[in-house]
């Protein structure tokens, strides 16, 4: 696919800091699972661009995704998920963690030093994710993903992962 070429690795993070430096663009920075792809992770990714200029999107690898998410996660893998996310308008550059762990963009972080950090507000790593973006320089900005007519809570791919088990069971 075209969009393939959206998928980049950790090298050339510090390359797209360098360039955006000079040319006083903002750069904004955000990671998931991303899964199951929904309405809830688009809107997350407009938010994410309205914000800058060049919108850098990091997903956990298959190993992290499987220790966050347990058995039978992640269910597309992290070549995919990938490829899915570059496919969207609003994602400038996709890069598939090298790191580990609920912290899995440390590395990657201090490579980019983005001047924004989009963080679901539910997130249970806020004050860990705050800190690290602070050390390099940016802010965190935490937001909602709540699609149009859902109600509190918005929409998760755990959310349907049981709807589809239970249609599974009938």
């Known amino acids: 696919m075209q969009t393939d070429k959206k998928i980049i690795k950790y090298k050339d993070l510090s390359k797209i800091r360098k360039r955006a430096s000079s040319e006083g663009e903002t750069i904004v920075f955000t990671s998931g699972c991303y ?6 992770h688009v809107m997350h990714f407009h938010y994410c661009k309205s914000k800058g200029d060049i919108f850098v999107v990091t997903i956990g690898n298959d190993k992290t995704i499987r220790e966050l998410k347990g058995q039978g996660s992640p269910v597309h893998n992290e070549k995919f998920r990938a490829r899915m996310i570059a496919a969207i308008e609003y994602v400038d550059h996709v890069v598939i963690s090298e ?3 609920k912290m899995d963009h440390n590395i990657s972080m201090g490579l980019l030093k983005p001047d924004l950090f989009v963080l679901n507000a539910t997130d249970s790593a806020v004050a860990e994710k705050k800190k690290l973006v602070e050390e390099h320089g940016g802010k965190l900005v935490l937001c909602k993903r709540l699609p149009p007519g ?4 918005g929409v ?3 959310q349907i992962k049981k709807k589809i088990s239970r249609y599974g069971s009938k």
């Open 150 to 153: 859902h109600k509190k809570g």
């Open 35 to 40: 899964d199951l792809l929904h309405l809830g």
């Open 99 to 101: 790191e580990f762990g």
């Open 156 to 158: 998760s791919t755990t």
